[in-house]
């Protein structure tokens, strides 16, 4: 089966892990920022993880430097909208992306410009292909948390009109959602929908607290649910999607390699599961390939395939139309 032909939807993929490197170049050059390399076969290894990738903070190395050139209206919205581009050129039919609206004040952006500036490279894209978009507003669990709630009141004026949900990102502690409990809380009374990065390293009672304490209806990877049952347990009673990104967690070793994944035990076990990029550049992916490998290494089917598909559908955070429209493919 061809995956490039299937419909995708994509639910868990970074901005800023996902610029096209030529973009980097011309981008640096405008904006008079140096670059290791003028050329994209050796600016590559800056901002791909090699196969030996030795762990997630050697991953998250790779986005100093798309985050350098993402500090101007202009440098997002081209690269969301080509964002955009590349994946409706894949047949990819929604996308949610999600970005740090903090990472992007360094040239005096406001937040709402920064936000802004994602909105219109969705809404762009939307009107030239026919892909539909969301964002998803990230906050690193590494920065101060004094800012957190400017971003969720900045981005609360673009609910359901191109921002849907918040999460939190970057490196794992053990308990970590009991620091951030009211800020998911005001998120939540915002109208914002949650999705957390949880249990990629190691830390199933981290998927538990999502759900429990932070109302996330999503976690991104939770691959580690399978060492702590009652994290598992709640999953599959809550239908909490999981937001599996398969190269990406054989690159920072939250599995060994992909046959290791619990991927194909969660499906055939019927939990949530769907297929996603995490970072088309920092993981030299795209979604045809994510969901080449899942296929081919858990042997599924075409109606295996679109189950999954559904899944995404069920567990995207678009509008009814949307979701309509992209079931649409899977009849
Ligand atoms: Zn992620």
């Excluded at 909208?81 to 992007?104: I, T, W």
Aim: a negative charge; glycine letters at 6%.
């Amino acid at each position: 089966m061809n995956s490039f032909d299937l419909p995708k939807i994509d639910l868990h993929c970074h901005l800023d892990g996902s610029i096209r490197p030529q973009t980097i170049i011309d981008l640096a050059l405008e904006q008079g920022i140096a670059l290791p390399a003028d050329n994209v076969a050796e600016l590559k290894p800056h901002l791909i993880v090699p196969d030996d990738c030795p762990n997630l903070d050697e991953y998250i190395s790779r986005f100093a430097l798309p985050v350098a050139v993402m500090q101007t209206a202009e440098a997002i919205e081209r690269i969301t909208f080509e964002l955009y581009e590349d994946a409706a050129q894949e047949n990819v039919k929604y996308l949610e992306v999600r970005f740090g609206p903090l990472l992007h004040m360094q040239q005096g952006l406001t937040l709402d410009q920064i936000i802004d500036s994602v909105v219109k490279g969705i809404k762009k894209a939307e009107q030239q292909y026919d892909i539909h978009g969301n964002c998803i507003l990230s906050i690193l669990r590494t920065m101060p948390k004094d800012r957190i709630n400017d971003v969720i009141d900045a981005g609360a004026r673009y609910l359901n009109d191109g921002v849907v949900g918040f999460d939190l990102a970057a490196s794992e502690l053990p308990g970590f959602c009991h620091e951030f409990i009211p800020y998911a809380q005001y998120a939540l009374e915002k109208g914002y929908r949650v999705t957390i990065h949880a249990g990629e390293q190691g830390v199933g009672q981290n998927v538990y607290d999502a759900i429990e304490l932070l109302g996330a209806e999503r976690v991104g990877h939770g691959i580690h649910i399978t060492g702590h049952a009652e994290a598992y347990a709640l999953v599959k009673s809550r239908n909490t999607g999981l937001e599996t990104c398969p190269t990406s967690n054989v690159q920072t070793k939250a599995v060994e390699r992909l046959e290791s994944h619990p991927f194909g035990a969660f499906y055939q076990d019927q939990l949530p599961v769907t297929i996603n990029t995490d970072n088309r550049t920092v993981s030299n992916t795209t979604m045809t390939e994510e969901v080449r490998k899942v296929m081919e290494q858990f042997d599924l089917s075409r109606e295996d395939y679109f189950r999954i598909y559904r899944t995404s559908v069920d567990q995207a955070f678009a509008s009814e139309a949307v979701k309509k429209h992209l079931l649409s493919f899977a009849e």
